[in-house]
């Protein structure tokens, strides 16, 4: 699975797509705990087996931090998740 970040450049979108494209439930906020939270609860029975974060760039370059903790997750996820992946292309 994709998660094409063309034109999301604030925190807000990212997690609004995240929310939609990874079918989040309807209490999953503006977070990276929650973020977190929802990728490993799901890992176990939603989350696809691999998730692509593509077009990433202006993001990066929107929200540096933001984008230094979703690297630090996906790191985290990678370990945690021995069956799953998740990266940037």
């Not at 997690?15 to 990276?32: I, R």
């Amino acid at each position: 699975m994709t998660l094409d970040l063309t034109g999301i450049n604030t925190k807000v979108g990212f997690h609004q797509l995240a929310k939609t494209e990874l079918n989040f439930p309807d209490w999953y906020g503006v977070s990276w705990d929650a973020f977190w939270d929802c990728v490993i609860a799901a890992a176990r029975d939603t989350m696809p087996d691999q998730v692509t974060i593509t077009n990433w760039a202006e993001f990066a370059e929107a929200c540096p931090r933001d984008m230094q903790i979703l690297r630090e997750i996906i790191v985290d996820y990678n370990q945690e998740m021995a069956t799953k992946r998740m990266e940037l292309a």
